[in-house]
């Protein structure tokens, strides 16, 4: 088992003759792109899988987070989190916006509803919040301040697809919602993206910015961008709607598994499954406490000199990186709980296929090493 690499995802995909018959199709039809059939139909199965009203596919999320940005008029000043993946900020800096960091909550690792008030200036227009690893943000909370403050709010949910709150998709909330369909995510197309609207005219906005701008064969609204996604990705998105409930069915076994195995390790800490929350386990973060043996980058290490590919998720905080760092808002001290975690977050694999004998592995040698 030693030789054999354990990542910390892989992507779920349908059996290939099921996909074969959509390409023999694409094949024969020669529609490869540009709002084809599949295309067409994966939007409508999609808004109904998810149950929210206007969908709009994109080649990735990125694409999908910097045009969210643009059909809103996002400008001047957007407070964010500092604890995601770099292409939540990477997508203000895309739109010209000064991002501005505010702190995460250590119970969540969502952006602190609490510290967004002192961080609102003459220039902030909209609050950018990241559902991390799939656990919502303090939605009430957050829209309350929008409201107060006259404020967007998009939601970054690339980690929380199929995520429910108190029966309710996750991506009914906030002006905006943007999701990932990347190989690594828990609902893929390849790569692929969508933004959830609740208004036909902004989704037409948005079909129209992801299309350049076109609003029909002779006119253009607005300068847009190339985002489309196409009939191949739309396909396997077709597909992948008969199989994700099994899926995160799956990882929902490995999660409770691990939680199982992973129970009363010294320095070792895990989240329980929030209340009224249908969670997806995207992900499988622990915290690598200060009485755990050795540190979390060591334990990282020695995971994968065995095979174990773990990640550290999100380390460095993307305040760190060298286009964010000398900002105001980067600065330590404001970000003091996002340092802290992202110094002790190590995410341990977690994937519908992942054997039962992978993850006692993984935990036997969380155990071992925690002895030496
Ligand atoms: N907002 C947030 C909060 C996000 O997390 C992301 C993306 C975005 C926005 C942007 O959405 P997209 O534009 O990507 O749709 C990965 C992904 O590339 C990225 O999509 C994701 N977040 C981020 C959290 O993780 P890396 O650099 O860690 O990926 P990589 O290539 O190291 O893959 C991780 C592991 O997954 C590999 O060790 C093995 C496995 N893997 C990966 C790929 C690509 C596979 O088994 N097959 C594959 O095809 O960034």
Known sequence: MKSKKIYVTRPSLPPLEEFLNYLEDIWETK??????????EFEEKLAEYLGVNFVSLF????LALITALQVLKITGEVITTPYSFVATTHSLFWNSIKPVFVDIEENSFNIDPEKIESAITPKTTAILPVHVYGYPCNIEKIQEIADIYGLKVIYDAAHAFGVKVKGHSIAEFGDLTVLSFHATKVFTTFEGGAIISHDEKIKKRIDFLKNFGFAGETKVVQPGINAKMNEFQAALGLLQLKYIEDNIKKRKKIANLYRKKLKGIRGIKYFEDKKDVKHNYSYFPILVEEDYSISRDELYERLKSNGFYVRRYFYPLISEFSPYKSLPTSDRDNLKNAY???????????YPELEEKEIERVVELIILYNKR
């Open 59 to 62: 080649a990735n999320g990125t």
């Open 340 to 350: 802290e975690i992202s110094r002790k977050i190590l995410c341990l694999p977690i």
């Open 31 to 40: 529609w490869l792109t540009n709002n084809g059939k599949y295309h067409r």
